[in-house]
Every structure is written in structure tokens, then in C-alpha cells.
């Protein structure tokens, strides 16, 4: 046993010794081929192959190997391959074997050898041919795992310096050549490879990366920004035939491609060099931030029609910007405009995007300045102006003194003389108090993005400041927050207000809205907001009880519990961390080309009804929630917790979920009495026509329709075939599937085709926008709820028409941006045709299943009759109660 140890050593030597020797023969092998060409590209392709495996084992396992690799220069050998090669495609298997073997050395000697010598540079300057096939894939595969390995000690290595300047760096110039290539995965190993580069960079580098021509990159990374926002923009106001799902889709898209890119240039400033810093946020300011602000300038001169209370408004909100820019002596000329036709809309929305991603001291004092300029007293601005940083005053006469990468035609030159400084009444406040709701929510959500920053100087914050705790009292009379918020209050219940096409999702941000402007100590709705609150509370409570006459009132309670969390979570998220991207949603959901759109596209017998009947239910019980809470949130200060609407709906209780056994509990097999079921018959498809039993029962909130089939042995007793849920039966008409809608916006008629029911129709009047801006009325939106009965057929009176939910809801989707229905199993409705013994029979059973309905449905409005009559809190202070 003793000899067992140096057996090993032994037998590790001699592995040892056969691995040089082969690393010897192979590259002696190698360095007998004088040409590639496609005759020997195989065996060329063997060697390097042998060769990276033996020196990746060498490099773990032991020196001598390795030793071997450097002593017959083999690096060398590889830079001597790609020259000789004729059109063998060499290239691209050299290169991948390359970067396995530089991904796989951990050794520090090793990885200093390979980037020694120049070799690893003169492979990346090699003339590529990359039209040709997958080969870009490889070369940037192959820079990529180069520059995972530099650090401070091995850049130097890669880099030629001519005195005390870097004047060449292949690895950076070469990888910059694909920065507009179409591969999405080409340009993320890029991105990889340059902030490896930034991270580890010296003096002499950062002066190479941010000076011409190379510093070129950051302003095409903005330039590209600025496309993709004009795009974005396009998309937004499409006057194109499109689906709102799939312009939702879209929008996803490019807004996630625009934020990846925002979150590069975070990446950047995150290294912390002050050189790199200073030209990303120059780039972002003159080429970006400045061109998306200054669009609502030409809003005027463009011929673009806005709401008339804003347009002049709006130009002094632009207006102020180059009055600001010039109170700084910043020469306008260098200022880019590109993107200049931005909707004001898009263009609040990518400011806020930029406040929230990039931030920084420069970006969000910048904006902050811009957007408050014309409301600062003399005291403050110059305090404002006083307590700027030396560092953000060389930043804009850096602006001012670098070549400007695009100049606009005839801009102002102010010379050193700084425009007057008379500013018009108006500007972003106009925003936040139109009647457009989009400009209105956008604009607000800015400034609160702007409030919640750290970056925020203390003399700006306190112009927007909520809370009279967080600054001095002389200070706060200056927050136009707090001056103007009854009318702000106003606004946002004028949008929590509004009829359809305004969104469920749109709502719940305008009540994450209300909830940011009533926490804070001392705001209070006046008497004529807290009236416009309860009368938009008491809508929502009607919608409601409307859907208890709808096929989905047995879901009702289940959708309120399912959605209460995420109203709560929803209205609780902060600032910097909710998405902007709803501002956009919004404005896709209003009518965009003057013509009356149906909120609730239902046709009778179309295959989606019911689904379309679902989701206004969701939609109707998620707003609901909405003013549940709010309403809490006003009497109390706090939300409802989900345990305290337990408490408040109490369930019958022989509810569904403690039924006993019976036939309310009777599913499909199950054997129950025959003693209530009313005798029929039906046809199937596949089963001819049969003898059942009908029969409709009605627990608490649960309700069905069962169709039982006598028991061949039990005389009292059958078996359950078929189970129809009781809320969702309707009749269709047996000759027509479908009715004909009509609508004269002169007398409001509709007209319906064979079909006996109730039919509620009600009507808004709403605003056409054009590109964020109202440019006419609408005549009428029409919001459609038809509840349908169970229907006799007008020619056989002994049959009985129903028309039976066939998909069952998926409660829980997890966190959306929007109710997921897609989940759905979207399938037609069923359609049962059952026949009666007589025409008395058939009216018997039409009247027992509308029994048992009505017994299910006034189970659930008991269930929601506290919620609907503010009996869960009391009253709140001071009289704002319901």
C-alpha cells in the first residue's frame, strides 16, 4: 500500500510527458502546412482543435505543458494560419477554438503570455471577410472573451501609446464597427464588451475612448435613442388600421428596446470616470433631453391643433427651455433638433424614462430647472443659481466650446446676451390641468418622478414639494404642488370620473395619482372634489349591480378577492419604480380618427360573447375596487386590507365552499334525486336523442343547471350527464345567430333582430386626440350591456333555446399590465335546444331556471350590500364621509 502513492506520481509523469509529446507533434504538424485551402481544412481544423484542448488541460493541470505551448510560439502559429488561408473559411473554427481557450485559462501567466506580443491584436485587425456565412458571430465571440480577461495590469498590453496618448486600441475599435449590426446577440456582446473596457481602463484610455473619433460612439448611442423615440411615437398615433392588442404588443416592443438602451448609458455613468460621465450625459442632454422638450415649441408654428386653452401655454412651456438654456449663456446653435416633431405626449413620456433610469444630479437638475424656471421668484432664482455646482456649469460650457455633432438651420446665437427673461403666465401646469387626460397624467407623473429623486436639489424640491414637514414654511408657499392641488385634485377625479374609452388600468394609475397627492399631511379634498368622488364612487357601485343581470355574476366575489391585492400593491407603488408606459397605453386607448367606437363589442351568438362579458366584469368589479380603496383611503388614511373585506362580505353559509352534499354539490357522474327534475329530452351529436331530467338549483352564490339521466335500477334516482353553470344560461334565436345593430346618433336608436330581453344602452360624449392633442368631438360612445333569457323557440313552443358558457376563467394571472384574457380558452358558447313534453312544461322550466337565478343572484348582492352602502369604516374626519 505504501507504493501506492508514487505509483501515481509515476503514472501522473508519464501522462504528463505523452500530453508534451503530443502538443509537440501536433504543432510540429501544424507548422508543416504552408497554405489553407479547402483540401486540408480538415486536418487544419483537427490540429487547432488538439491544440486548445491540450493547452486548456495544461494550464489547469500542470506548467510544463503550457511551458510547451509558449516555447514553440503557438499563438503565432495560429496569426500564420489565418494569412495563409485561401478561401478555405478557416477563419471561423480558428476563432471559436481561440475563445475557448482564452475563456478557460485561469491562470494570470497564461492569460499575460496570450496577450503579449501583439498576437491577439494582429488577429483581430485581420482583414475578415464577414459577409461570408456566421463569422461576425465568432469575431465578436472571440473579442468578447478577450476583453473578459483584461484587467489593469494586461490593457496596456493591447494598447499601442505614442508618448503619453493611446493611439491605437483594436479591441475597442474593431468591436465599435458592429455597434449597428442586425444581430440583437452581436450588439448585447458589444455593450458587454465595452463596459468591461470602461470598468478597467487607465488615464491615457478614457482620453482615447472619449475624444474623437471614438467618442462619436456616445452620440450614435443617443442618435439612436432619438429614432427609436420618433418611431415609438409613430406607433403611438397610428391612424392605421390596427388591433389594440397588437399596437399594445408593438408598443411593448420598442419601449423595452428604448429602456434596455437607457439602462446601457446607466451602466456607463455607473463606472464612475468623470471624462466618461461628462460626454454621456453632454450627448444626452444636447442631442436627447433637449430635442423631446423643445417639439412642444413648434406646436404652434407646425399647424398642429391642441386644445386652445393649452397652445399658448404649451409654446411658453418650450419657450422657457431656450430662455433657460440662454440665462446660462449656452450658445442654442449647438443644441440638436432632431426629433423635433415628437407629440408632447411621447415626449413627456421619455423624460420621465430618462429621470427614472438615468438620473443623475446634471439630468434631473436640468430638467427640474427647466420645467420650474418660470415660477421661481427673483429670491429663488437666484439661490437656484447660486447653489449649482461649479462641476454643472463646466458641463454646459463644455456643451457650449465642444463641435456640435448636428446644427440646426437659422438657431438663435445669443452671443453672451441672454434672452429676456418675461415669462407668460402658464406652461406645465397648463399640462397637468387640461382636459386632455393623457397630457394631464403625464405631466403630473414628471413632476412627481422629479419630487421622489435624490438627485433633486433642495432649492427646486421645494417647489414641488408635498409635505410642509420636509421644508421651511417660507420655502413651501412656493411649491405649486400645494398652491394649485384642489385643481389638480379636480383633474385627476374628472379621469377617475370619465365614461369609456378611459381603461380599468388608466383608472387604477389615476388613483395611484390620488393616493401620492392625499398622503401628505395637510391636503384634503375640498367639498367640491370630495362631490365629484362620491358621485364617481356611486357610479361604480351601479355598474355593479348592472353585472348582477349579467352571465357572469356568480364570479363576481371570486374577481373582487383576486384583484384586491393588486388594486392595493398597485396603488402603493412609488415613483421611481412604476413604469411610465401607461401614459402611452392611455393615449392608444383613445379615439384617434373621429369615429364612434363600441366599448363592448357583443354580438349575439358570436363566439366571444361571454368572454367579452367577462372581461367587462372584471373591468367593472377592478374599478370598483378602485374607489373601495380610495374611499377608505380618504375616510380612514389607510387601505383595506384584504382580511377586512373578508369581514365585510360574508357569505351565505351554504356558500359553494361548504355546501352539503346534494345536488348543489352534484358534479358530472354523481347520482342525485329525481324528486325536483322537470322531464325533457335532448339531442346529442354523438348520442342520438335521450330522456333526461332537468334540473336547476341554486345554493348561496353557487348555482347550476343539471341534466340527469334516470337511473337504470333506481326509480328515484339518476346520474348527472351534463352540468351547465345557472348564471351563465341565456336563449339564442334558433333561425338567426346573430342581430343587426343599428345606431342613429340623431335619435339613439337600436334595433334588435329576434332577440327578448332587456337591452341597457348608455351613451357618452368623448374627444378625438391627434397625437396627444383634441382636435374634435366625437358624437357618441356607446357602452352596450344586453342581458338575454332563457328563450322559448316562436315556432315549436315545447323548445326551450339556452345558450351555455363553455370556458371557465383562470383567476389568477400574476402580475400584468393588463388582465390576461388571453388565457382563456376562448371557445364558442354552447347552445342547448331541449324539448318538452308541452308548451307548459317548456314555460315551467324556463320560469324554475330563472327562479333558482334569481335566488343565486340576490345571494351575491346580500354578499356585496355592505360594500355598496359604505358599511365598513364609519365615517371619516371632519365630515368626509360618504
Known sequence: MSLFPEFLIVVNLLLIFEYVFECRHVINELQKIKVVDMYNRELVVDLLQSIVEIVTYGDRQDSQIFECFMEHQVLAEFVRVLKISKNSRIEAPLLQYLSIMIQNMDSEYAIYYCLSNDYVNNIITHPYKFDVGDLAQYYISFLRSVSNKINGDTLCLLVKVHGDAVVSFPLYSEALKFTQHGEKMIQTAIRALALNIYNVSDDMVYQFITTPPFSKYFSDLVHSLTEQCIHLDNLVHALEEMGINQRRKELLLKTDRLVDDLYYLKDILCVGESRLSNVVTQNVINLLLFPILHPLLQLRQSGVRCLSSNSFGLFCFSELIKQFLTSFKINLSCVSVYGSNLS??????????????????????????????????????????ACLSSAFFNHFNDMEKSPCSTKSEGAESVNGSPLCRHFPEGRILDLILSDNHSLSLASLFLLLTLTESQDLEDILASMVSLSAMQHAPQVMEESILVKFMPQILNALLNVLASEPPTTVQIKWHTGWFLRKLLIF??????????????????????????????????????????????????????????????????TICQITDGKVHFCVPFRFGDATSSHVAWQRMVDVVKVFILHLQLKAFISKGEFLEKSSLDSIVVLPFDSAKNLASGLSSASFGSEVSLASGIPCRIAFSNAGTRDIYLIPVARGISGKLLLVEKHPFRSQRGVVIAIAPLAGLSGYNSSSNSFTMKLKLDTSLICGRGIRGRISVHFTKVNAYDRGNRISSAPLALFLMIVVEPKIDEDQPTWLHLRIREFEPRLNVGKNRSYNTKAFNQVADGRWTIGFPNAKACDTARLAILEEASKQKSSVGNALGPLFQNDYGGGSPDGQDG
Open 344 to 385: 408632447p405626449i411621447t415626449s413627456l413620456y421619455i423624460v420621465s424614462c430618462l429621470i427614472q433610469v438615468i438620473g443623475g444630479k446634471s439630468i434631473v437638475n436640468y430638467v427640474a430647472g427647466v420645467l420650474l424656471y418660470p415660477y421661481m421668484s427673483s429670491s429663488v432664482r437666484d439661490a437656484w443659481e
Open 521 to 586: 399631511q395637510g391636503i384634503r379634498l375640498d367639498e367640491h372634489n370630495f362631490h365629484l368622488f362620491n358621485n364617481s364612487f356611486e357610479r361604480s357601485c351601479i355598474c355593479v349591480e348592472k353585472e348582477l343581470d349579467g352571465c357572469w355574476f356568480d364570479h363576481i366575489i371570486d374577481v373582487l378577492r383576486n384583484e384586491w391585492a393588486s388594486c392595493k400593491t398597485a396603488l402603493e407603488e412609488s415613483s421611481q419604480s412604476k413604469d411610465p408606459l401607461f401614459l402611452l397605453e392611455f
